[in-house]
């Protein structure tokens, strides 16, 4: 019921009373007295009407005028705010719009309340398309029953484009019937910028990262791994989930050096925040194979607080190698240099020796044997300078066809006497399909004599050589219950000048390598303490 309604039937209700009571106190009671309680009687109910009508008045007034502040509060909150804020009655007519919304659609000077928003699109200079676009978007909220959120973008007159994350909140009567709708939109342009740089950025950081050529780590405080990139996988031969959370130091080989040197420098990039070139660490793969990588320390800072470090590594394995393979080519250029002097002024006295022998074998027929002798160990000595001299310069193989079995069998008669006087058995094993070889019998011998002494020196009680026949090969097994060879001492063996021996000058297996390389073949050793070593040999056949 309207106000005006209410006034009209209070003044009908009044004049009403008014003409009543007169009526009935002028016609029906005649005594003085009782009217004029009576008169008072209606003025003081009167008075108390009047003063709870004025009561109520008031109150309304009052309230009337803290909502009417508070719509002034609300409206002044709405054009601050840098959202765009609408509000639409049920047919889609604008009722109420904030200063950013205005602006934005170029309508400042339009009485926008009571139209659409396909009628205000004639008005504005801005992107037309946008405000028909909302009668859209608004139909779906309206048809959905609940609030709905969606982009909306709108192009400025300077032909840029801003991005809106619109809210739309529909409000219904109590009979289903559209009531009025509220839109808020948000300018999320620089958000969404920042967010696809963002996203760039970390695009960019995760190829650098993850698709790096050389292996990548990153470690928390305590030292545990947190993240790693493929190579890193490739590499150590794990995955990612296995790695994380495991200690770095887990893969470092067990050497106190080269822990104490990653802890220190670990603790120094945390108190300092600065980067380091920590240099070589030597890594265990998940097959025990040994890698060297050099490695940077780089801090992680955030918000200027370190929460970690990544390690950038080279794999430099392969190089290590080589520097190691060219010390020791040199080592074997010094020790061929010297091994030709040395052969070279044996050599010269030699021949005069064994000249001046024969002279003396052919003028006297005494002690013929003797000077056979004398011969036979000029010879041997002969031959072993010539054996010094596979050190110094490559030489040309006299190869012919011999039988391993057979050459082995002479090595076995050259040693019994020492082997014996150790202590020491030595069986040969045959192998009737055993071919015969195209190689150097004296070389092969030598190589063969070098072995043995090595498992007799080393305290062995048997000495088992088998051989057994490949595709395109031989391999010759020799096996002893010696002392063993440490592991530090087995990547050593072959260098020259290196031995355990109190009198040995490294030479010997420095010569078996060369050999064995000159006929195309290879020498593993496996070595356990107290167990014995396994020395396997293995000859193409063609």
Known sequence: MSKYKVLLFYTILGLSGILIIDYIMYNLIQEQYLRVYIHRTIGIILLICTGIFLYLYLSKMEQFSELTEEQMRLHALIDTMADFVNFKDGKGNWIKVNEFGLKLFHLEHVDYKGKTDSELAGYTHADSSALEYCETSDEVTWNSKKVTRCQEVIQLTDGRHRIFDTTKIPLFEQDGSRKSLIVIGRDVTDIIQAQNELSISQQQYKSLYEYNPDPIFMLNLQGLISDVNSRFEAIIGESEVSLVGVSIFDFIIQSPEDQLNLKQSFADVIHSKKGIHKGDLRFQTKIGKEIWLSCIIVPILINGTISGVICYAKDVTHLRETEKMLRKTEKLSVVGELAASVAHEIRNPLTSIKGFIQLLKDDSDTREDYF???????????????????????????????????????????????????????????????????????????????????????????????????????????????????????????????SSKEKGTGLGLTITYRIIEAHKGSVHIHSEIDKGTTVEITLPID
Do not use: W
């Open 372 to 498: 056979n002798i004398m011969l036979n160990e000029l010879d041997r000595i002969n031959l072993i300078v010539s054996e010094l001299l596979v050190l110094a310069k490559p030489q040309e193989l006299q190869l012919t066809q011999q039988n391993l079995h057979q050459l082995m069998t002479e090595v076995a008669v050259l040693l019994e006497p020492q082997a014996h006087l150790s202590g020491t058995e030595l069986y040969i094993g045959s192998n009737p399909r055993l071919p015969t070889l195209s190689c150097e019998a004296n070389q092969l011998k030598q190589v063969f004599i070098n072995i043995i002494k090595n498992s007799i020196e080393a305290m062995a009680t048997k000495i088992n050589v088998e051989f057994i026949l490949n595709n395109s090969s031989v391999l010759v097994r020799i096996t002893d219950d010696g002392l063993g060879i440490t592991q530090s001492r087995i990547k050593h063996l072959g260098e020259p000048f290196y």
